[in-house]
């Protein structure tokens, strides 16, 4: 986050869209886990036929 606010402050915009790429490549694995793990919470105990209602399917 600190590169990305440091490139902001330059006129380079390709070094703040790099700054942006690799913040998100570094934040992905967390945001996948978390919504895994929120998914998961929801579906705990649901039947298939229950958790394909649920998402309308």
Same mark, same amino acid.
């Given at each position: 986050?600190? +590169?990305? +606010?440091?490139?902001?402050a330059?006129?380079?915009?390709?070094? @703040?869209?790099?700054?942006? +790429?690799?913040?998100?490549?570094?934040?992905k694995? @967390?945001? $996948?886990?978390?919504?895994?793990?929120?998914?998961?919470? $929801?579906?705990?105990? @649901?039947?298939?036929d229950?958790?394909?209602?649920? @998402?309308?399917?």
């Amino acid at each position: 986050m600190r +590169e990305l +606010e440091a490139a902001m402050a330059d006129t380079d915009h390709l070094a @703040v869209r790099a700054k942006i +790429e690799a913040l998100d490549q570094a934040t992905k694995p @967390v945001a $996948q886990l978390r919504m895994n793990r929120a998914i998961a919470a $929801q579906l705990h105990g @649901v039947s298939l036929d229950e958790a394909a209602r649920k @998402v309308g399917a």
